[in-house]
C-alpha cells in the first residue's frame, strides 16, 4: 500500500518528503486513513539521533488520528468509518508476564510504531507522520464520540503517559501534585491531575505561560528559575510529575516532597540527571520512572478524558512546518502540542 510520508534521512537533515509501503492486510489488521498526528518531544529526540540507536530514513509519530478505511477478515472490534487512535505501540509477544499484566510497553518484543524491528518488511517500523498506517487490532483504541480528533491526537502518548503515573499514585482530592514543564506531556498532566481532585502547582521556565497555566487548571503557578519561591514549597507536595525534556537539577525538586513523597520522571532527556541522595534519604522520598501505558490503560485514558471532555490545547500545522515546529520544541516555544493536519501532504504530491 503506497504511503506518502516525511523522514529524516539523518540526524542532522530535516524532515522532507518519503515514500514508503505498507504491508498488505493480514486478518486481524487495520488500514487507517491517518487524519492528525501529534509531535511529541520524542519524535525530535529519535530523529535527530540525540538518543543513539535511530535507524535512518526515519519517519516519527506515535500520537495518531485516523479513520479506519478497511478491515481484516477477523476483526472484531472495529469497522470501516470508525474514528480510532494508535499510541506508541504496534505490537507485543502477547505471552510474556508484562504482556499477562497488559503491561506491553514492557514487553522484551515490543514493537515501537517507528524505529522497531518490524518483522513483516524485515525493516524497521515508520509513524504516523504518513497518511496511512497498517496496525493490528488489539494496538488500535477507540475515540470517545465527543472529542475533537485533532485535539485527541496528543492523548494517545502525553495523555497516556500523564495519567499512567497520576493514576498509578493515587493521586486525588486534597493531595498538592506538582507539574514539571509545561509542553506537551505537562499541560496534559495538569489537566488530568485537576481533573482526578488535585490542588495541582505548576512549575514553568517560561514566564509567558503563567496565564495559560492557570487557564489550563493550575492552583498556583511556581517560576523554577526563582529560588526563593521554590523554598516556600519545601516539604509539602505528595506527588510530583517531570516532564522536561532537557537537563535540570531534579534535586530541586525532590527537597519540595513531603516525608514518603514521589517524584515520577517522564521526561528523558539526552544526558544523565545528577542525583543528591541526601534529597531521598532525608524525607524517605522516592524517585521513580514512567513509560507511556499498556493498551488497557490507553483506552481507560480515552474514556475518562471523553467522561471530562479533556483534549489537548493545540497549534495544527501542515507537514510542510514540522521542521519549524521541532525548532521551536527545543526553545519551549510551544502551546501546547503541535499536531500535523495529514491533509496537507498532499501539497507535495
Ligand atoms: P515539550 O512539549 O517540548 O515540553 C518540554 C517542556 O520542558 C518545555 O516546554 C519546558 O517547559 C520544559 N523545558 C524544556 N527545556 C528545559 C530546560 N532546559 N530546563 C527546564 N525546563 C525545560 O516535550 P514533551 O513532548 O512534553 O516531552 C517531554 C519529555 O518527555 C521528552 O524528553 C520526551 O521524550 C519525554 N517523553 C517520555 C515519555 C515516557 O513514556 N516516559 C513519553 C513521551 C515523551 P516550560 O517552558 O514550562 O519550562
Ligand atoms: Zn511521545
Ligand atoms: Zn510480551
Known sequence: MKTNAYAAQTAATPLAPFSLQRRELGT??????????????????????EWQGTTYPCVPGHEIVGRVMQVGAHVQKFTTGDNVGVGCMVDSCRTCVNCEENLEQFCPATVFTYNSPDKHTNGITYGGYSDRIVVDEAFVLKIPPNLDLAATAPLLCAGITTYSPLHRNHVTTGQ??????????????VKIAK?????????TTSSNKVADAVRLGADE????????????HLNSFDFILDTVSAQ???????????????????????????????????GRRTLSGSLIGGIQETQEMLDFCGKHSITADIELIPIQKINEAYDRLVKSDVKYRFVIDMASLQQDS
Open 221 to 232: 503557578v511556581v517560576n523554577s528559575k526563582n529560588a526563593a519561591e521554590m523554598q516556600q
Open 28 to 49: 486481524h489488521d487495520i488500514a487507517i486513513e491517518i487524519l492528525y498526528c501529534g509531535v511529541c518531544h520524542s519524535d525530535l529526540h529519535t530523529a535527530r539521533g
Open 248 to 282: 535540570h537539577d531534579i534535586n530541586a525538586y525532590l527537597f519540595l516532597l513531603k516525608r514518603d513523597g514521589n517524584l515520577t520522571q517522564v521526561g528523558v532527556p539526552a544526558e544523565p540527571l545528577s542525583l543528591n541522595v541526601g534529597s531521598l534519604i532525608f
Open 176 to 189: 498538592k501534585v506538582g507539574i514539571v514543564g509545561l509542553g506537551g506531556l505537562g499541560h496534559m498532566g
Open 195 to 203: 481533573a482526578l481532585g488535585a490542588h495541582v502547582v505548576v512549575f
